[in-house]
């Protein structure tokens, strides 16, 4: 039997409700395959712990996880607390300090979800957004001077290297090549931006001679959002920066039905750290404690994290077992225009996994 050591860190808002949820799928998947087994550990990280301790998380915090198989995350958000504080002080240090500088995100609408675009069957959109997930835009290089004064300037500056976009690039085109339409687009703003992303572009076409068998094109970012709403059906694999990727990504998530669905993963390749996945919906606050979360990211960033792990047919249960749920509207949360509450999507899942294998 392999038995895997995750880490539960439920953050924020709504994450401490979706992620016990999320542990109660991976437990019967336990249940269900003789050759599986998950021993969760629960760390109490985020903004209650902020309140007591003035840090998101303990200073040892990456030593404390560095031996577990991977990580499962809820959200980072308090509306008491600065956002730049929840998310360096947690999520972007976990990320950074374990190197997972691919953020990878997956779109298709589900069985018995509607889309915005009204599409005619569900194959018109089945994305991947490969997000650069450790410098760029969010490198944290920056800051402030002469501040309250008439003078006062403040910096962010987006930092690329081209270790960092080789790397990123690869990754990306190599995810293209294992998909069936092996085509990338990759979303740039070298107009505008003539530095960097002229450097992001010529990498691109570098890394791409590499990959004959792979179809590969650029896209300015502004063109691509509209490409993403007018003709879904021309992409398949997108690679983009920090914070383009940020943005396209919630697009997709929103154009795929709703954010309540979407899962991502924080993926070290190398595997040298562990991976975190995290659905990508934010600590909601507004609905916390009601009972409307959607878990349905939450349990498809639970596939993406078995398919890490290469625990496939686990995998592949759990997604038939989610559509299953959604194909069925009574199963539905508040996100999704229905009525269905956090603990009856799990319990429907939960069953689901049952007949499913």
Same mark, same amino acid.
């Given at each position: 039997?392999?038995?895997?050591?995750?880490?539960?860190?439920?953050?924020?808002?709504?994450?401490?409700? /979706?992620?016990?949820?999320?542990? %109660?799928?991976?437990?019967?998947?336990?249940?269900?395959?003789?050759?599986?087994?998950?021993?969760?550990?629960?760390?109490? $990280?985020?903004?209650?712990?902020?309140?007591?301790?003035?840090?998101?998380?303990?200073?040892? &915090?990456?030593?404390?996880?560095?031996?577990?198989?991977?990580?499962?995350?809820?959200?980072?958000?308090? +509306?008491?607390?600065?956002?730049?504080?929840?998310? $360096?002080?947690?999520?972007?240090?976990?990320?950074?300090?374990?190197?997972?500088?691919?953020?990878?995100?997956?779109?298709?609408?589900?069985? &018995?979800?509607? #889309?915005?675009?009204?599409?005619?069957?569900?194959?018109?959109?089945? !994305?991947?957004?490969?997000?650069?997930?450790?410098?760029?835009?969010?490198?944290?290089?920056?800051?402030?001077?002469?501040?309250?004064?008439?003078?006062? @300037?403040?910096?962010? /500056?987006?930092?690329?290297?081209?270790?960092?976009?080789?790397?990123?690039? =690869?990754?990306?085109?190599?995810?293209?090549? #294992?998909?069936?339409?092996?085509?990338?687009?990759? /979303?740039?703003?070298?107009?505008?931006?003539?530095? *960097?992303?002229?450097? !992001?572009?010529?990498?691109?076409?570098?890394?791409?001679?590499?990959?004959?068998?792979?179809? !590969?094109?650029?896209?300015?970012?502004? *063109?691509?959002?509209?490409?993403? @709403?007018?003709?879904?059906?021309?992409?398949?694999?997108?690679?983009?920066?920090?914070?383009?990727?940020?943005?396209?990504?919630?697009?997709?998530?929103?154009?795929?039905?709703?954010?309540?669905?979407?899962?991502?993963?924080?993926?070290? +390749?190398? %595997? =040298?750290?562990?991976?975190?996945?995290?659905?990508?919906?934010?600590? *909601?606050?507004?609905?916390?404690?009601?009972?409307?979360?959607?878990?349905?990211?939450?349990? $498809?960033?639970?596939?993406?994290?078995?398919?890490?792990?290469?625990?496939?047919?686990?995998?592949?249960?759990?997604?038939? *077992?989610?559509?299953?749920?959604?194909?069925?509207?009574?199963?539905?949360?508040?996100?999704?225009?229905?009525?269905?509450?956090?603990?009856?999507?799990?319990?429907?899942?939960?069953?689901?996994?049952?007949? /499913?294998?």
């Amino acid at each position: 039997m392999k038995l895997y050591n995750i880490a539960l860190i439920p953050g924020d808002g709504i994450g401490k409700e /979706v992620i016990p949820a999320g542990q %109660k799928i991976l437990q019967t998947l336990g249940e269900l395959e003789p050759h599986l087994s998950f021993e969760c550990s629960v760390f109490d $990280w985020g903004g209650d712990y902020y309140r007591l301790h003035h840090k998101m998380m303990p200073e040892d &915090g990456l030593h404390q996880l560095k031996g577990m198989d991977a990580i499962l995350f809820g959200s980072a958000g308090d +509306p008491d607390i600065a956002d730049h504080i929840t998310l $360096w002080g947690l999520r972007l240090k976990i990320c950074q300090g374990f190197d997972q500088y691919a953020n990878v995100r997956p779109t298709r609408i589900l069985p &018995g979800i509607d #889309s915005p675009l009204k599409l005619k069957h569900d194959g018109d959109l089945d !994305w991947v957004i490969v997000r650069e997930n450790s410098e760029g835009e969010y490198s944290g290089v920056g800051g402030r001077v002469h501040t309250g004064h008439p003078i006062e @300037v403040a910096t962010d /500056v987006s930092m690329m290297t081209r270790t960092g976009v080789q790397r990123i690039m =690869r990754y990306a085109f190599r995810l293209a090549q #294992s998909r069936a339409k092996k085509h990338l687009t990759v /979303v740039t703003k070298s107009n505008a931006q003539r530095h *960097a992303m002229v450097m !992001w572009d010529e990498i691109a076409a570098e890394v791409g001679s590499e990959f004959p068998d792979v179809r !590969w094109e650029k896209e300015l970012v502004d *063109a691509a959002t509209a490409r993403m @709403v007018n003709r879904p059906q021309t992409l398949d694999t997108m690679v983009a920066t920090n914070l383009h990727a940020d943005i396209l990504s919630d697009l997709a998530a929103a154009l795929a039905g709703s954010l309540g669905i979407a899962p991502t993963g924080n993926i070290d +390749p190398e %595997k =040298r750290y562990p991976s975190m996945f995290e659905p990508i919906h934010g600590s *909601a606050f507004d609905i916390m404690g009601k009972g409307w979360a959607n878990p349905i990211g939450t349990f $498809w960033s639970c596939v993406m994290m078995l398919e890490h792990l290469n625990e496939l047919k686990a995998a592949e249960r759990l997604m038939k *077992a989610i559509e299953h749920v959604t194909a069925q509207k009574q199963y539905h949360t508040r996100d999704l225009a229905g009525v269905a509450t956090t603990s009856q999507v799990t319990q429907a899942v939960i069953e689901a996994l049952g007949h /499913v294998g």
